[in-house]
């Protein structure tokens, strides 16, 4: 390969990285989910891509279609997701979950469709706890001693309890994943634009590093700070 690894520095490498929304069915024609385009994680992929890795989308509900070049799985719910990231986390040097999981999801799931019934009281939803596939990941990859970046992703707005990177922190910690790259939803930010500004939390403990620009450039800033771990775990 004649091309400086300084411009691929992540040629040879396998990158998984989840995007989109999952969505939780309640019959066969409804479903709970959430408002994630997909747009940070096609442009981590993207940006996986241009470093020169082989890149894994585990798409579930994308509103932007995948780049030419990726490996393709397409999934639904949040347990669809933990399955094929389970899967897919064996033999990837790089997980980032970029996806926007559940947290739950109907405790039924109607074979049918609901009716609305004059004789019967509106129905109620059950919800029960999805499980935290970040958290898993994190667990299978210690049992197994393997060598692999794990990277979540987090918005917060921050409230009366916490600000943004208190509450960043703790996560960072709960979830023990090596970089957590928080969203500041919220402060001086619009919903629907382009653009997004982040700080990078490390677990090593390195400085958090602040990101903004379009996604394109926070998916760019991310994969080098990736690289950037990778070359210092293995030299
Ligand atoms: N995540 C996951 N599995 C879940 C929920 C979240 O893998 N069931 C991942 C997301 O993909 C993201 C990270 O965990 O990378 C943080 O997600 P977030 O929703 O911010 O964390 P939660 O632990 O669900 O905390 P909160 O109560 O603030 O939603
Ligand atoms: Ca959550």
């Known amino acids: 390969d004649a091309v400086p690894s300084a411009i ?3 040629a040879g490498l396998t990158v998984t990285i989840s995007a989109g929304g999952t969505r939780e069915p309640l019959d066969p024609v409804r479903f709970l989910g959430n408002r994630s385009s997909g747009k940070q994680g096609v ?5 996986a891509l241009d470093a020169g890795a082989r890149v894994r989308l585990l798409a579930a509900h994308m509103e932007v279609p995948a780049p030419a070049g990726v490996e ?6 949040a347990l669809e997701l933990r399955k094929a990231a389970l899967h897919a986390a064996a033999d990837s040097d790089v997980v980032i979950m970029a996806a926007a999981v559940a947290d739950f999801r109907p405790a039924d799931v ?17 919800l ?14 210690d049992a197994a001693s393997r ?25 960072l910690h709960r979830k023990a994943c090596d970089l957590l790259v928080v969203n500041q939803v919220g402060r ?42 990778l070359s210092r775990v293995v030299p």
Do not use: C, W
Not at 72 to 77: D, F, K, N, P, Y
Not at 112 to 122: E, L, N, P, Q
Not at 154 to 162: F, I, N, Q, V
């Open 8 to 10: 691929r520095p992540l």
């Open 43 to 47: 442009a981590l992929a993207a940006a």
């Open 72 to 77: 393709l799985v397409q999934v639904e719910t």
């Open 110 to 126: 109607s074979g049918t469709k609901i009716k609305k019934r004059d004789d019967v009281a509106d129905p109620v939803i059950n």
């Open 128 to 141: 029960v706890r999805n499980p935290d596939i970040l958290r898993e990941l994190v667990e299978v990859r």
């Open 147 to 171: 060598n692999q970046l794990i990277v979540g992703f987090a918005a917060e707005t921050g409230d009366a309890g916490g600000d943004v990177l208190e509450y960043a922190l703790a996560k």
């Open 188 to 229: 001086d930010k619009v919903f629907g634009e382009d653009t997004n500004s982040v700080v990078i939390l490390s677990r090593a403990g390195s400085e958090p590093q602040e990101a903004s620009g379009s996604k394109s450039d926070v998916a760019a800033a991310v994969i080098d700070r990736v690289s950037a771990e």
